[in-house]
């Protein structure tokens, strides 16, 4: 997956004449993020796995308030009182919005394996996007994110050899051309995320992206004529009402 987006990211630049200046000063952030996002994402599939994800789920969405909080601290962002409770709206609906409370009633009492990591794996998302914040001050972004793709790609690649993972052997089209979709889309979030912290407030930027978990309920709404829980309408209700109020007090 990182190897399409990351192809696919420097065709862009190549066609576009877009070509970051790379320097000895933007290697050790790039490859830095890529080692904390990689194993961010490895502990969140392990929580996955472990589950419930009924817990884990909303546990992870949490991460952009951690965010939002480091961001505040690390680059000293200062935020109205309008858009700290606009901000609050927001990430409360997030959670609910990927919460079913009632199958987490009904887990709640069996063991949570997938807790514990899943914490983990929010607080290593929340350094990730404040540290790129703070990298995005001072060095290139496009320089960032190129750079710790090729890491990430050969990250993971070292780590496929050295579990010495067989490989399968027969990879349908549909598998190819997934891994291409997802490899290009998750480049261009990288891309959108690093002008939203760019060029705005970064703790409004990190509001907009926590906002990722609902686009699946939604498409399953839509496509697959899915059901959601009540509190998960009210929570996509309460998101909308709290980017209203952050785009009015922006």
Do not use: K
């Not at 862009?12 to 904390?36: D, E, K, N, S």
């Not at 109205?80 to 919460?99: D, K, M, R």
């Not at 891309?191 to 970064?202: H, I, S």
């Amino acid at each position: 997956m990182q190897a399409f987006g990351t192809v696919a990211l420097v065709v862009a630049l190549l066609a576009l004449g877009m070509w970051p200046p790379i320097t000895a000063a933007v290697i050790p952030w790039a490859v830095g993020l890529a080692a904390i996002g990689g194993f961010s994402l490895f502990l969140l599939y392990r929580g996955l796995v472990l589950g419930p994800i009924a817990v884990v789920s909303p546990v992870v969405s949490s991460y952009s308030a951690l965010t939002v909080l480091l961001v505040v601290i690390i680059l000293g962002e200062r935020l109205s009182a309008e858009q700290t409770i606009a901000i609050a709206v927001v990430f409360a609906g997030v959670l609910l919005s990927t919460a079913d409370l009632r199958a987490i009633g009904e887990t709640i009492r069996r063991p949570l394996p997938g807790v514990p990591i899943s914490l983990a794996a929010t607080v290593g998302f929340a350094f990730w996007g404040a540290l790129f914040a703070a990298a995005t001050r001072e060095h290139d972004g496009l320089a960032l994110i190129l750079i710790g793709r090729f890491s990430g790609t050969l990250m993971v690649a070292g780590v496929i050899a050295a579990l010495r993972h067989a490989r399968p052997r027969v990879v349908e089209r549909p598998s190819w051309a997934l891994l291409v979709a997802v490899g290009v889309f998750d480049t261009l979030a990288n891309v959108a995320f690093m002008l939203g912290v760019q060029t705005g407030n970064a703790a409004i930027a990190v509001t907009g992206s926590g906002l990722y978990p609902l686009l699946p309920a939604i498409m399953g709404i839509a496509r697959h004529g899915e059901r959601l829980a009540p509190n998960q309408y009210v929570g996509i209700a309460v998101v909308v009402l709290g980017l209203v109020a952050l785009g009015l007090r922006a």
